[in-house]
């Protein structure tokens, strides 16, 4: 019987594989914030360019992307950009303030102003990233290394927008989620139609594989909240993603109170935190669902001989089932030494193989 046309051959990369659950002859490794202040390759492109520009330009991304890929053998490339951009073209203004991070200088505080967010198409307004997919795409071809795109989801990036920067407690961003339920819903509605289109156009500009940031979700909400005012509008996303035929990673952070809600919003490949234990957080999402993580990222602060124990750990709780991508449960963190991250992921690999 030949097979229906359209239906993708069997993946190569050992990434790929593992988002499928396919066996795998090595666990596929790559790092949350692979590319970034830790490696000084990017530091010394920082001192020329913000990060804004650097985002902005498609082969400046693209030569992020790259840095930790050929230093250290990644099993797979995430494009260079970060969560937020997007937000400029709903109308929001974005800057990037040293050593403050995100600000916004016109916040959402009214319904009105949820009303005047624009939401025109990725193609338009995030070029300078879909350029980088494609470019990236075309250098790792020969080199069987898939690209990951990405973006935020709905209930994070509606906090930037709403605090006008990072925040602690999430005050006003709750204030409004329950002061004004209906504006709240058309806001992380919008959100989800910018977002979508965002990511089926970085599958079109050829990312192999999506990841979802949900970072703050779960630190704000307890288990109620996150049903009622997040996971709708969750489901809406992954169910418009699910068009793109590629692999969508949910990365939702700090949901251990109610991991399997959040991994039922959809996606196929569940990224974990670092809070529980590998096996017992992958136990809770389903053994048939394939999983990444989940290093804390502080393991690689720690003398070689603590670090190799906690990847073994990782690794052991893994159990060598299909379906697992080694990663970190959070971003690497600037102090991160990059002989940590060269010797982590040749060690994935020996110790795998
Ligand atoms: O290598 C990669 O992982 C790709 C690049 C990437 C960046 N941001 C680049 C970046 C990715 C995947 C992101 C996602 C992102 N951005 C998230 C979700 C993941 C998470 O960490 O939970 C969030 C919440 C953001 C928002 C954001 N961007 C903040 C709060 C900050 C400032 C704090 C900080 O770490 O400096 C950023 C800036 C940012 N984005 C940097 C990088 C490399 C550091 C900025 C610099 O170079 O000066």
């Known amino acids: 019987m030949t097979a229906p046309t359209g239906e993708a051959a069997e993946p190569t990369s050992p990434f790929l594989r593992a988002c499928r659950s396919l066996p795998t002859d090595r666990t596929p490794v790559w790092l949350l914030r692979q590319a970034g202040r830790y490696l000084p390759e990017y530091r010394a492109l920082r001192e020329r ?191 418009k993603v699910c068009a793109a035929g590629v692999p969508v990673i949910i990365f939702s952070l700090g949901v251990s109170a109610y991991l399997r809600d959040a991994a039922d919003c959809g996606g196929d490949v569940v990224g974990l935190d670092w809070q529980l234990p590998l096996d017992e957080a992958w136990e809770r999402v389903g053994f048939d669902r394939p999983v990444q993580g989940n290093l804390d990222p502080a393991a690689l602060l720690a003398p070689w001989r603590e670090l190799r124990f906690r990847i073994d750990d990782v690794l052991g709780r893994a159990a060598g089932r299909p379906g697992h991508v080694f990663n970190v449960g959070h971003g690497l963190v600037p102090q991160t030494p990059v002989e940590n991250v060269r010797r982590l992921v040749a060690h994935v690999h020996e110790r795998t193989a």
């Not at 967010?117 to 995030?126: D, N, V, W, Y």
């Not at 989801?153 to 961003?173: M, N, Q, V, W």
């Open 49 to 239: 360019h913000s990060l804004l520009d650097l985002v902005r330009s498609p082969e400046l991304a693209a030569e992020v992307s790259l840095q930790p890929v050929d230093a250290f053998g990644m099993d797979a490339a995430i494009v260079f950009s970060d969560i937020l951009p997007p937000l400029v073209g709903m109308g929001l203004e974005l800057e990037f303030v040293k050593g403050d991070g995100p600000r916004i200088s016109n916040p959402i505080e009214r319904t009105r102003d949820v009303d005047l967010l624009g939401t025109p198409p990725a193609e338009e307004t995030m070029q300078g990233t879909l350029g980088a997919i494609a470019l990236l795409r075309r250098e790792l071809e020969s080199r069987d290394v898939p690209v990951i795109g990405f973006a935020g989801a709905p209930f994070t990036l509606a906090s930037y927008a709403i605090e006008g920067g990072s925040s602690k407690d999430f005050a006003r961003t709750k204030a409004f989620m329950l002061s004004e339920p209906a504006a709240w819903k058309r806001l992380l509605g919008k959100l989800v139609t910018v977002q979508a289109d965002y990511l089926l156009a970085q599958a079109r500009a050829g990312a192999h594989a999506l990841q979802v940031f949900d970072s703050w979700a779960g630190r704000a909400l307890g288990r109620e909240d996150y049903l009622r005012y997040v996971a709708p509008h969750n489901r809406e996303l992954f169910a």
